[in-house]
């Protein structure tokens, strides 16, 4: 993640990004605009009062691009839309303990939305360590559909109406046959045991989550992504 804070000297008084705004954020860049001048007015209006921008205090623009960009957090008075390809807006809900858009003043993150940037986190880690299983998984599969043969070198023949999502600790662990196992019988039975132990510790995470229990499902996701490493490499 990339932070840039440019603070400039000997520019336009009015300078601001697009938007009305002091800073820009995307997937892992936050730029935030910083000059000596005074405050600049907005199109924005509360109370009669016009809103306005005060470019030399850039702590609260800078917190918001990064609770943006690391914490995945937006603005409350946004929601997006697929169909509007664009974030919908509504500023009843612009005001508030946060640091986001024209209506607020505070360099401060509520504990709600703290929350919500910590569950975003966890959701981020269970989604990585949930695709590295599948590669994993598909990895494997693919050397045990390509490797297993017969004692003359030919491949397997199992059922005619084999399902193709079959998988090979179904195929080669929990069945009960005679086909040659392309991997040792015990590195199977330990494989089978970290999936179970996965699928334990996913549920554990889930009713942790359920009952609001961020920082010990914080710490059970950090325990899942880690252990997801270790068996892909």
């Not at 605009?33 to 509360?46: A, F, G, R, T």
Request: aromatic share 8%.
């Amino acid at each position: 993640m990339l932070l840039i804070v440019l603070s400039l000297a000997d520019v336009d008084p009015q300078l601001m990004m697009e938007d009305d705004s002091l800073v820009w954020t995307s997937n892992n860049v936050v730029i935030v605009l910083e000059h000596q001048n005074e405050k600049i007015p907005l199109s924005y209006v509360s109370e009669t009062e016009r809103r306005h921008a005060i470019p030399s205090q850039a702590q609260r623009h800078i917190l918001a691009g990064l609770a943006s960009v690391v914490g995945g957090l937006s603005a409350p008075y946004e929601k997006a839309s697929h169909i509007h390809e664009r974030p919908l807006v509504n500023w009843l809900w612009a005001t508030g303990w946060h640091p986001f858009g024209p209506f607020s003043n505070t360099s401060q993150v509520s504990q709600m939305l703290q929350d919500v940037a910590l569950r975003n986190t966890i959701y981020a880690r269970v989604d990585s360590a949930l695709g590295r299983i599948r590669e994993t998984s598909e990895s494997v599969q693919i050397f045990a559909g390509e490797y297993p043969k017969t004692p003359l070198g030919e491949p397997v023949k199992g059922k005619k109406n084999k399902s193709s999502t079959e998988l090979w600790v179904e195929k080669f662990y929990k069945k009960t046959n005679n086909l040659p196992e392309p991997f040792p019988h015990e590195l199977v039975e330990r494989l089978e045991k970290y999936l179970d132990n996965f699928e334990e510790q996913l549920v554990d995470l889930s009713s942790l989550l359920y009952d609001h229990c961020l920082q010990d499902a914080h710490l059970n996701c950090s325990e899942i992504l880690q252990s997801s490493i270790f068996t892909q490499q």
